[in-house]
């Protein structure tokens, strides 16, 4: 690092959970419904209505917090977090304040390029609350209010805050790539950043290297990132901007005009712009809401929410490099793609018995393709057992690569299992001992290439591959040339 | 402790209200006389007293995760002070969402 | 001879069942006595005029049909204005909800309308419930049916007073501090504030979540029991409502205890008791031991501490409830037309001047909605408590205040707990004095919070309390006997009071 600074980030996420109805009343979840039509006493915050908990939120909640190796205390409660606000129709959110689901947790993050060591960032906290509805502002029509749709308001969401452990708008991507795919595995949220279904705030500021130690700057909070890409260059953008203030004014984190302030990143400009506070003050006047029972959480509970996780990306990647003899990287590839793919990993791995060769195939064959197509591995034509077959028959020498290649296409596009396909081709499976009867063949008619391969020109060989091809058209080039010199070697 | 009347106007900010002479100074009085009165607390030795926050010692009041029908939107918006064909609308907000 | 209408309820059950009266008939009966009382007492804020007879031929048909009926059919019930009810104005005596329709029936409205009850009307009653003696409606002051120069107690003050005033044989109120049983006392009728989590919360307009409790208000403890019978009872549509059976408190009530033990609150009769109202409750108390009560003395050491306690925690829930009410979704708003005015004037001076930062920060017209909104539509004792509690709770306050007196409540649950290893109930007066002059601590909001020094108590520990006509003053007002028992000895209190109530007659005089 040349920088006379270190980057210090710590990243808020919401997470909307993947219950059926709402965290305290029975109105569905589910995104795009027309406003308000989703709405009932208790998320409109009518008078007289109260909430009651969705069993399920508290335990996807408490999924979340066990895979983020988090403290889960024994019992948790609600808090209401007061402010005003069209979108919040209680004027109060049901949060969870000074004893939340989990804190003190941590999520590993590495870099499988190597750009920055392995570390554990710490999770300060993750905590179930509701979510507020949605403000609209009309200024096409110069109508000088907002509509509101409190379709979202009362879905329910896991805000899960980070230590400021981040050191750089990469890893801070890479948090974020890492605690998604998480979510994903633990089947907990959808992660959908387009309909909001995870929001990411991010805290950061710089430690200035000075001959005193380092100074902190003013902490800036950075709102409105749309994509992770839209995080990691609006982090990039604001340690910038930071560093050139600090060169400017020299303002530390607490002085006169250091204090915490809220910038929104503009995608278009590519920048962040101050914004303005809220409210005055943030008095949030937090009290533990009475129309709530605590939540006991007894460690049976805990330790079978624990059982059931599955295995998680972190140690399925492991058990793919160890295991299977396939690289970080390749791991790391697999692994992204979520747990059903890694699954048709698995099932043609172990049933090729070549771990390496598998995961290349399923890079070239199958991500490709899913990739091109848009579409997950369930749409995906090939059984795993026939791709398992097909790589087989590459490995033992009957197909060559590109061989192998239209045979999958083949398969692909007629729904053909390895046999057919081959058929179809015109490929038929050479055996060990015709082709080395080929061989013998060859060599006894071109006695000059077998001369000039034993004068060391090994590279003369190739010509009796040719030779071999018009034979047999599926005579695998590299036996042949391996069979010849073998021949010779032993004349 | 006293409250004064600056600090009665922050809280009617914070609480979303508006007072106007001469309910601030009847309301400066008045809060006055009820902390006053409310100091006798000071008295009571709670140290080592768990807080109570609710009279019941239940815990774990859970429903399941099943969809209910939500109310007809006519009938959620037939309250609403200032509302269109779909949303309620309210004066201008910023930073919206 | 007795009229109709000094019946209780129990009585009138009776009847209707024998078939000996019709649900017309009495339905038409007390519509009568609201024609020629409410006039003064001012009890109702609405009267379901068009419904009510509808509501009784429903059931007459019903019953001659043969078909099964509710268990309180055909009686008529009046409504706290504090309890949504579908489609009906529901109000809180509040003009923020001077328009105010819910969508939705509260559990308690529910349940009454599943017992075919006949659903008087809605009565008046402290804006949001806060206040001792009614005054506190924004639309009308409720007087008390025993001397109209006087208050009825409050805030359930319609209820008690329609109670007395023969109006309705059974009345529902809610009690955050004493409201259902100071209003009780000083009409002269029973009123019950049951266990905490007995009654659903759900649909009654909160003002402190943690206190609040759903009760009747009748000529007895007898009547109370029936109507209790109907409303108690777990609903998942309420965190807070105990999954415990109910007991049939109604054919419970007249077994008397036997070897009743009864704790005196020295703390209870000192400075401040009004001393006919102290004679009328030791008198009382002398009534239990005639009929085989043990009386011993029991402290509870913090009680002059329980008014304190109670008005932060109340105070400080009903700054976060009372929070929705701010003109966006229902409710009164401010007028509109001026709003948009001023905020277009704003805009377009901050345009001119080219304040790019001010037009940002335009949304000050929200806000100012907000406070428009809010102080117009509240009124001042509401007012009071929202700056209260907002700002107990507010940053360097919440340990002072609102966690002091969460501590301090503790301290009063305990107290209890050990007063009632020794003694089954705990009695003592319900008010400090008598129903006092309208107007009379109208601009003295402490005088009228001190009103609650002995009720207040109970809620803070969620216990069941029952106010029970003992006297009169000698100008004839009523006085009443409070008594309260362990949480979940709701049953026990109401054969106690039964237990008074055969031995006095007290609760038949009437206005
Ligand atoms: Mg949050
Ligand atoms: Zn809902």
Redesign the interface.
Known sequence: MTEPYVILIGLEVHVQLL???KLF????TRFGA????????VC?GMPGSLP???????QLALRTAVALNCTIPR?TKWDRKQY????LPKGYQISQYDLPLSHCGWLEISDPKGAFASKRVGITRAHLEED?G????DEAVGR???????NRAGTPLLEIVSEPDLRSPAEAKCYLTELKLLLGYLGVSDCNMQEGSLRVDANINLHVGTADGPVPTPIVEVKNMNSFRAVERALSYEAERQWRLWQELGVRLGEPGGHKTTRGWDEGRQATYE??A?E?SS?Y?Y??D?D?????LPEETVESVRASLGELPAALRARLETGYGITPYDADVLVNQGRALVDYYLAVADACGDGKTACNWIQQGVLRWLNDRQTTIDAYPVPATEFAALLKAVLAGELTTSRGREVLAEMIDHGETVEQAMKRLGIERVDEAELETLCRRLLEANPKIVAQVQAGKEKAVGSLIGQAKKHNPNADPGRVKDICLKLIAGM | ?A?TRD??EK?????????KEP?LEQ?TG??G???E??A??DE?D?AN????????D??????????????D?E????????R?D???????????? | MISLLDHTATILLRQLQAGALSAVELAQAYMDQIDRCDGTVKAFLHIHADSVLEQAERIDRKRAAGQPVGRLAGLPVAVKDLLCQEGQLTTCASHMLG???P?YDATAIRKLKEADAVLLGRTNLDEFAMGGSTENSAFQKTTNPWDPQRIPGGSSGGSAACVAARMAPLAVGTDTGGSIRCPAALCGVTGLKPS??RVSRFGLVAFAS??DQIGPIAQTAEDCALLLEVLAGHD?ND??S?NRPVPAYSLAVRRPLVGLRLGLVREHFGEGLDGEVEQAVREAIRVYESLGATVAEVSLP?S??A???Y??IASCEA?ANL?RY????????TK?PA??DE?KHQRKQLHEAGDSAGL????S????????S??EG?G?EV??R???G??AL?AGYYD??Y?????????I?RDFQEAFKGVDLIVGPVTPTPAYKLGEKADD??AM?LFDLYTAST????LPGIAVPCGFSTGRLPIGLHLQAP?FEDERLLRAATMFQQATDWHTAAP
């Open positions: 219950t059926r109805s009343c029975g109105c569905s027309p406003p308000n039509t989703q709405t009932c006493p409109i009651v908990i969705n069993r399920q939120a508290v019992s005003f606000y069209p979108d507020a949605k403000s609209m502002h000088a209010d907002s509509r509101i749709d409190l914004q303005r809220k005055e008095d006047r009290f533990p009475p709530l029972l605590p939540v006991v | 402790m409250i600090e009665v809280v009617s900010l914070l609480a979303r209200l508006l007072l309910e309301m008045q809060l006389a009820v902390l009165y409310i006798l607390l009571v709670t007293v768990e807080p109570m926050a609710h009279p019941l239940v815990v774990d009041a859970f429903r399941d995760d099943e969809v209910q029908p939500s109310l939107r009938r959620a918006l037939a309250n609403a002070p200032n269109d779909e949303c309620y609308r309210v004066p201008a907000v910023l930073g919206v969402t | 328009n105010f329709h969508p905490y989590g943690s206190l998942p965190s807070t105990v913090h002059r501490y008014v304190a306690t008005y932060i700054s929070a701010d003109g966006a979704h229902y409710g009164y708003r509109e709003m948009l905020l940002e920060a335009l949304d017209a929200l806000i100012r909605m907000y406070r428009c809010r102080s509240f001042l007012k009071r929202v700056m209260l907002t700002y507010s002072a205040y966690l002091k007196a969460l501590k301090v409540r503790r301290l649950h909001p402490l919070y809620n803070l520990a969620g949480p």
